[in-house]
């Protein structure tokens, strides 16, 4: 079965420090990740996709086959990266997600 | 953002009473999807379309119907509203096979006493 798994509830980190969100994922085939954000009083927005190998806001996600994980990382927290943070799988047709329990990331001054 | 709303986006309710969320469209996106959110449990797929008239259940679909009579609108239908579905929940769309990125609307806190 598809599961994503990322074990921390809650990380906070002091701005100008490095971040990185943990994302582990089981999946048969060949598998397809996301991370998604939601701002406080905002919609759920996509991050960034692995397929695309980009880096959005200073984050970047490699996938790791080996040790099925697609952490998140950003070298310097800024403020503004305070937000939930969802890793995501997305599984047979029609474009389904597995979405992880999601990590609050909270940037402190 | 505009391109998908939701309605109503509170809602009180008592348990045993039905209780129908809709979720409206101006992308023309082919496929769409109900989600709710908890804590500790992320978000959890309840019902998808992948076309007018065309769902399939999701993870966590009992307890909950869909319709989609018009590539617009999505409807989740809680025919008897319990304690347990007590949540927010999600629309969110996605145009086509190949573009994997789902839209998603503002929520729906529902409360159900």
């Known amino acids: 079965a598809q599961r994503v798994t990322q074990p921390e509830k809650l990380l906070s980190v002091f701005k100008g420090a490095p971040v990185e969100l943990k994302c582990n994922y089981s999946y048969s085939g060949s598998p397809e990740l996301f991370w998604y954000v939601q701002y406080s009083r905002q919609r759920l927005q996509l991050l960034l996709r692995?397929?695309s190998r980009e880096s959005i806001k200073g984050f970047t996600a490699d996938l790791n086959k080996g040790e099925t994980s697609f952490h998140l990382k950003k070298p310097f927290a800024q403020e503004e990266d305070s937000a939930m943070y969802y890793c995501a799988l997305m599984r047979g047709g029609g474009n389904k997600l597995t979405f992880g329990t999601g990590t609050q990331l909270k940037v402190e001054l | 953002d505009a391109g998908i709303t939701q309605s109503p986006r509170h809602k009180v309710t008592e348990t045993g009473t039905p209780v129908t969320l809709r979720c409206h469209q101006t992308e023309n996106h082919r496929y769409m999807y109900w989600y709710r959110q908890d804590p500790g449990h992320g978000l959890r797929l309840i019902h998808y379309s992948y076309g007018v008239k065309d769902t399939d259940k999701g993870e966590v679909s009992d307890g909950y119907s869909v319709s989609r009579s018009k590539t617009e609108d999505f409807l989740l239908t809680l025919e008897s509203a319990t304690s347990s579905q007590t949540s927010v929940y999600f629309c969110?769309?996605?145009?086509?096979?190949?573009?994997?990125?789902?839209?998603f609307g503002p929520g729906t806190r529902l409360t159900v006493t």
């Open positions: 969110a769309t996605s145009p086509r096979t190949g573009d994997h990125e789902q839209y």
């Open positions: 692995h397929i």
